[in-house]
């Protein structure tokens, strides 16, 4: 006989009672169905674990009987999830209203047994606007059966502000110009830890922070522990590796940075965010390259983080000028990869081999990486970026194709852990579907797209849920044209979607392909025009992305057009460019929250640059 959720609301549960994860399942369980409790008990759940390790589960279920046996007791907590989605539950957003249920599924007797495809299943939590709801968050990605939290920060905290407190308002958090993550540590980094160890949750923290582990202000008394660059030592940047004493004041740093942010699992302090120019070029560190004087410097780090927090990782940030193979060095054992390919193509799966710029620049040389870490599935992350809205210039594409076959392609590879970092200059207006997608990819990459988000629209917008559907996969179209660079060859000073002028006929289909991004979100905002709740504030994000969309078509066209030497069709351009730019201005100064307002306005002065040197060329 089916099993349906006015049976199981009705049964006992009964578990392991000591606290912990397995206990949380138990606890989860209760709550969950207490609502829909009718009358007397007529069967029972019960909840087992084994030693582990391994997030699986198998779930036996029978007329008045439901057994859930986890590998371990995250397992037992993943298996107790599995079995409130088959009754109709789903976690689309965080927060007691992203919890929905659509009574009246049912699930047929038998056993049923999953294993994620990832052993670590991490959502990064990117900038101080998403560290303030930390515990909704969490509890959020727990029940989506991610395991690992990643507590970082965008534009990067600083480690001494002498007492000084986060400002309130906008401005104040503009000026300032940094991230408060090292305070937020302070305050509840306790909390954080024993809220994931309760949940079976792995924690990790930190971000850019390897420069500031090297006092600038050193720089007049030991210039060699600078980089050499152009034949002159710079203070601006990372550190010469090469430098006796400059790796001995990184080691001692580390160690009190380690013993103040104690208690996670693996700690990032990378290199400077810069695209390259941040090494040194004396000649022992030349002759390790980018990739090498990084793994250097992290083995520095990660010796120090041996004697402080002994069992605990570091992470070697292979990014941008640092992607490939180190030369000449060797992790140490207890740091691992975290691969960052920031400037692939998002159009395109990560080893489509039709697919130049993905297949030759990024998937060639990760599975190379891969030797360096003894292809060693543990020690190898994913740092991916579906959520990140300053590398999609305030969009959120739904990535429905290519986020799957991401997740095949790295578990094929040997990855064992995929993340998803979650950053914007603006809060997510509706359900963070790219999210919920990441979370279901993490654990079975052959997940049916078309289920999937038949799934979370329906619990999402159970009053437009087929519409949704639909606006979603014109979204998606919509935004693949915005994120095909083809061959466009960056630019200095300019993002990812900035573009390029070079070659010019890519730019000139690069125009035409904006331009008609730009009309489909036009078309699909004025559908989402009607409604409440959600689908307002889905209508307004609808608005955002399509003004983005718009000032990124005209100001690409008006660039074409001035190195055409058009002034007639430059100005128009330029001014409609200008005009989709302050609508964007004028709500993140009206409407936008000001915790975001250290990464929305800095991004905003940035497109207006970037709008007003077409303006004066």
Not at 119 to 129: E, F, N, P, S
Not at 182 to 202: L, N, Q, S, Y
Not at 260 to 277: C, K, N, P, Q, V
Not at 360 to 370: A, M
Request: proline letters at 6%; one cysteine or more; charged letters at 25%.
């Amino acid at each position: 006989m089916p099993v349906t959720l006015g049976h199981v609301a009705n049964w006992t549960v009964s578990g392991p009672l000591e606290r912990g994860p397995a206990q949380h399942a138990s606890a989860e369980l209760r709550r969950a169905l207490e609502p829909f409790r009718t009358g007397a008990e007529a069967g029972s759940i019960r909840l087992t674990t084994g030693p582990g390790p391994g997030d699986g589960f198998v779930v036996s279920v029978a007329a008045e009987r439901v057994e859930i046996l986890g590998a371990s007791e995250r397992g037992c907590l993943n298996g107790a999830y599995w079995l409130l989605e088959q009754l109709g539950f789903a976690w689309v957003a965080p927060g007691d209203r992203g919890e929905r249920v659509a009574a009246g599924r049912a699930l047929t007797e038998g056993e049923y047994r999953e294993e994620p495809a990832f052993a670590r299943r991490t959502l990064i939590l990117g900038q101080d606007a998403l560290h303030d709801d930390w515990c909704e968050w969490m509890e959020w990605a727990s029940r989506n059966r991610l395991n690992d939290i990643f507590f970082h920060d965008t534009p990067p905290s600083r480690l001494d502000r002498a007492g000084k407190g986060r400002p309130a308002d906008a401005a104040g958090i503009a000026g300032d110009g940094g991230g408060w993550l090292f305070e937020r540590w302070d305050a509840d980094g306790a909390a954080i830890v024993a809220t994931a160890r309760r949940r079976g949750m792995t924690v990790q923290f930190g971000g850019h922070h390897l420069p500031a582990l090297l006092d600038r202000d050193l720089f007049d008394s030991h210039p060699d522990w600078f980089p050499l660059r152009g034949g002159r030592r710079d203070p601006r940047y990372n550190v010469c590796v090469s430098s006796e004493g400059a790796r001995a004041h990184l080691r001692a740093n580390a160690r009190r940075f380690f013993e103040r942010f104690s208690g996670a699992d693996t700690y990032h302090l990378w290199a400077d965010d810069i695209r390259s120019g941040g090494w040194c070029e004396c000649g022992p560190c030349q002759a390790l390259e980018p990739a090498g004087q990084a793994l250097a410097a992290t083995n520095v780090v990660a010796a120090a983080l041996a004697e402080t927090a002994p069992g605990a990782r570091l992470a070697h940030l292979a990014y941008r000028d640092t992607l490939g193979p180190p030369a000449g060095v060797r992790p140490l054992a207890n740091v691992d990869l975290l691969w960052a390919p920031r400037e692939r193509c998002y159009a395109h799966a990560i080893a489509d081999p039709e697919c130049g710029r993905n297949r030759d620049e990024f998937w060639k040389p990760f599975t190379r990486l891969l030797g360096t870490f003894a292809n060693d599935r543990s020690r190898v992350s994913v740092f991916e970026y579906y959520s990140d809205a300053v590398l999609f210039k305030w969009l959120a594409p739904p990535a429905l194709e290519t986020l799957p076959r991401d997740a095949a392609a790295y578990a094929a590879a040997g990855a064992g852990n995929l993340q998803d970092l979650m950053v914007g200059p603006r809060p997510w207006l509706g359900p963070p579907w790219h999210a919920w997608w990441m979370a279901k990819c993490a654990w079975q990459p052959s997940a049916s797209v078309d289920e999937a988000l038949t799934a979370f629209c329906d619990a999402a917008y159970p009053e437009a849920g087929d519409e949704m559907v639909q606006y979603y996969r014109a979204q998606d179209q919509a935004c693949r044209l915005i994120l095909d660079r083809h061959d466009l060859r960056p630019l200095e000073r300019h993002d990812v979607l900035d573009f390029s002028d070079s070659p010019r006929e890519t730019m000139v289909r690069k125009v035409a392909e904006l331009r008609d991004a730009a009309a489909r979100l036009d078309g699909l905002r004025r559908t989402l025009q009607e409604g409440s709740g959600w689908m307002a504030l889905e209508a307004l994000q609808a608005g955002l992305s399509w003004h983005v969309a718009a000032h990124l078509a005209h100001r690409l066209a008006a660039w074409e057009a001035s190195l055409r030497g058009d002034g007639v069709d430059a100005g128009p351009e330029l001014a409609l460019a200008t005009g989709h730019l302050e609508w964007l201005e004028r709500w993140e100064t009206e409407s936008n929250s000001a915790a975001y307002a250290n990464l929305g306005r800095p991004m905003l002065r940035a497109m207006r640059f970037h709008t007003g040197n077409i303006g004066r060329s």
